[in-house]
């Protein structure tokens, strides 16, 4: 997805591009497309009034599988902000075994700091190209470490030092190099040893600072070790830039870089978060489900999280919550976790007109996906236009009559129809398959005349 400038992310262009991806649920659009734009205001504020204008974090209501998830990812790659989906059943309330919700905004962290690092190591590329190249010239032409004397009297016009005759060679060998002659020698080089976890195995149980802590100690206590390792050429020099652009990237810039993004242009997508929501039996596993909430509320009210990057504050982080509350309302939440979610959207169950819509109009359509699958193996297919809308009337049916899930029934769907196509690909080679009315319900007809679908279709 092509990323705006920042300058550039208007209400407007923000629909427009979520539009391409995400077909209907106008409201949720136009909601998270303000919280953007407001961002953008918020940066142009004076300093004395920027820091007393809290986001204004959004919940999303609605059926699994009509666009929630879609619509804050494609929000984050839109924005270039970085971004995270966790769901709430995963944390626990501190005192039990399992995540810490403060885990999720070091994640966030780390993703940015990586983001931040590819970008800077996208800009000394040109450099550690060049750099790479002169270590492997210098493994496949060791330098001398002792010269040989100089010869005693007047110079020889027509003799030819040692050292032109190593720069010519030296020369030779680069040119070499560049037109991918010696691509597949195998040479000797000097790797790093990638650092162990100290604490691994307890990983996801709330200790990764206690193992960071560790693993920066011992790192200081014992150098860093090499390995020697034989490498083709071409193996090397992607080992030597890396190691170059490392060399090259200012890592306390990046850190810098990345936790303002964090502070600032951050979102975290909180899914699943009906599931701690529900109210009633205080026993058994539902006792920490209000813990959870009372341990997000200061993240989302604004705190300060340590990171191994250092502290980051979450006063401005935008928080999208996510829930289809079947069983739950937003109501159940506590008051404070409401109060910290003033704008409150409801998504629309999908129609068959928005199915047959999702099966063609996205950039990412089903039926474009398949196509282009099938097309590496030399098979088109030909959707007739009543053929989709055949599809899309079953989808709709299959989750009326079971479980609604939304367009993931389409998945399902698609597979179940083109199983047979998908086995025989590669013996039909240079064919055109025609997907009509009557393939679909031929292919269907047990979907639609058995009345335990869920035999057929999860």
Same mark, same amino acid.
């Given at each position: 997805?092509k ?8 209400p ?13 649920q ?16 918020r940066k142009n ?17 609605g059926?699994?599988g009509v666009?929630k998830?879609?619509?804050a990812?494609r929000?984050?790659?839109i924005?270039?902000?970085?971004f995270?989906k ?7 309330e501190?005192?039990?075994?399992g ?9 966030l962290?780390?993703?940015?700091v990586?983001?931040? *690092? @590819?970008?800077?190591?996208? #800009?000394?590329?040109? $450099?550690a190209? +060049?750099?790479?190249?002169?270590? &492997?010239? %210098?493994?496949l ?15 020889d016009?027509?003799?030819i030092t ?6 010519s ?8 190099l ?12 000097e ?37 020697? *390792? @034989?490498v083709?050429?071409? #193996?090397?020099?992607? $080992?030597?830039? +890396?190691?170059?652009?490392?060399? &090259?990237? %200012? ?14 242009m ?21 006792v ?11 993240i ?9 990057y ?6 401005h982080?935008l928080?999208?919550a996510?829930?289809?509350?079947h069983?739950?309302?937003?109501s ?5 976790l ?9 998504l629309?169950?999908l ?9 063609t ?6 039926v474009k996906?398949?196509?282009a ?15 989709i ?6 989808a ?7 479980e609604?899930?939304g ?10 129809l083109?199983?047979?196509i ?10 055109t398959?025609?997907i ?13 005349e058995n009345k ?7």
């Open positions: 997805m990323r705006l400038k920042e300058n550039e992310l208007t407007v262009e923000i629909v427009e591009e979520l539009d391409k991806y995400i077909i209907g106008d409201k949720a659009k136009r909601a998270v497309a303000i919280a953007l734009r407001n961002r953008y205001r504020l004076p300093e004395e009034l920027r820091d007393e204008v809290a986001p204004k974090n959004i919940i999303m209501i059926p699994t666009g998830t879609e619509i990812r929000l984050s790659n924005s270039g902000a970085p995270i966790v769901e709430a059943t995963k944390y626990t501190v005192g039990y075994v995540r810490d919700v403060e885990s999720m905004i070091r994640d962290t780390n993703i940015a990586n983001d931040v *690092k @590819k970008e800077m190591s996208e #800009e000394v590329e040109g $450099i190209k +060049e750099r790479a190249e002169e270590d &492997l010239l %210098d493994i032409l060791p330098p001398i470490s002792f010269p040989r004397q100089k010869p005693v009297g007047p110079p016009a027509n003799q040692s050292d032109e005759r190593r720069k060679t030296r020369e030779k060998f680069r040119e070499m560049r037109k991918g002659e010696l691509e597949d020698k195998v040479i000797e080089i790797v790093k040893q990638p650092k162990t976890q100290v604490l691994g195995m307890f990983a996801g149980m709330g200790l990764e600072d206690m193992d960071l802590n560790l693993s920066n100690m011992f790192g200081n206590l014992f150098p860093e070790k090499k390995k020697r *390792k @034989k083709t050429v071409k #193996e090397a020099r992607k $080992i030597l830039e +890396e190691e170059e652009k490392d060399k &090259l990237i %200012d890592m306390d810039k990046v850190v810098k870089v990345a936790i303002e993004r964090v502070e600032q951050g979102i975290v997508f909180l899914d699943e978060i009906d599931k701690i929501a529900q109210k009633g039996s205080t026993h058994g596993p539902d920490s489900r209000e813990g959870v909430q009372r341990d997000i509320l200061p989302v009210e604004g705190s300060t999280v340590s990171t191994k250092g502290a980051v504050k979450t006063h982080i928080f999208i996510a829930g289809a509350f069983m739950s309302k937003p159940d939440l506590i008051p404070e409401q109060g910290r979610f003033p704008i409150r959207v409801e629309n169950s129609t068959t007109e928005d199915l047959e819509k999702i099966l109009q996205p950039k990412n359509a089903l996906q398949y196509k699958l099938l097309e590496t193996e030399g098979v088109t297919l030909d959707f007739r236009p009543e053929a809308r055949e599809i899309a009337e079953i709709s049916f299959v989750n009326a009559q079971t609604n899930i367009a993931r029934r389409l998945h399902t769907i698609m597979e179940l083109l199983e047979d998908s086995f025989n690909a590669p013996g039909l080679k240079d064919q398959i025609p009509t009315v009557e393939y679909v319900r031929e292919k269907l007809k047990d979907v639609l335990d679908l869920s035999k057929y279709i999860l």
